[in-house]
């Protein structure tokens, strides 16, 4: 029988260990700002579902062993090469949307929010390499603490801070637009694009490194 106080030691290792990867900048963080800036606090609450629709298979496969570092040894390559090129199409259909507003793009979907959210959740090693790395070392502690349940238990702790954190993260940015004039707006668009693509050469040139480590 687990005692409370391993549970709350449980779920302060989690919420610690997880804020490393839920509030480090990333693609992630970028595209949430980026539909902050026009949808809100909705933007960061559908792209927290985007990358939830990732996250929690990775977790179950994890925890059941059928995935590993040795199980696929060439997926760091083809996830940085794929990352890498949605983060620059991304970035570029961001740009030319921006100056040509008659013109609809995937970002201006119904549903474009939650699909950023799967794309740069899947599509991101540093995340994959998290759970592959550290994450694994949570699944470890749940499972021997639960048994398989421990699962649901170490998402239950974690994936609350993903939903706080971009949602907290949209909601700030919509409230920032009003504060800008269009040509700053403008400007803050091609920033933001330009650390998408500044991660999508990051993706690249960690991803081909012999024996290297990629840390979110």
Do not use: C
Not at 59 to 82: N, T
Not at 175 to 182: F, I, P, Q, V, Y
Request: overall charge positive; hydrophobic content about 55%.
């Amino acid at each position: 029988m687990v005692l409370a106080g391993e549970v709350f030691a449980f779920a302060g290792m989690v919420i610690l260990i997880s804020a490393s990867g839920v509030m480090s900048p990333g693609p992630l963080f970028a595209a949430n700002i980026s539909y902050g800036l026009k949808q809100g606090v909705r933007a960061g609450i559908k792209m927290a579902y985007g990358h939830t629709i990732v996250e929690l298979p990775l977790i179950i496969l994890l925890g059941a062993g059928i995935l590993s570092l040795e199980s696929f040894p060439q997926y760091r390559v083809v996830i940085v090469v794929l990352g890498a090129l949605g983060l620059f199409a991304f970035a570029g259909i961001q740009i030319r949307t921006m100056f040509n507003q008659k013109q609809k793009s995937v970002l201006d979907l119904k549903h474009g929010a939650f699909l950023a959210g799967i794309l740069f959740t899947g599509l991101n090693p540093f995340f994959l390499i998290w759970w592959f790395t550290i994450g694994l070392k949570l699944i470890s502690d749940s499972l021997t603490l639960w048994s398989f349940a421990g699962i649901g238990v170490l998402f239950a702790f974690h994936i609350w801070m993903d939903f706080v954190w971009l949602g907290a993260i949209a909601f700030l940015a919509s409230k920032s637009k009003n504060l800008l004039t269009n040509r700053n707006y403008r400007i803050l668009i091609i920033v933001l694009s330009g650390v998408l693509v500044y991660f999508g050469i990051t993706f690249l040139m960690e991803g081909f490194q012999p024996q290297s480590t990629i840390s979110i």
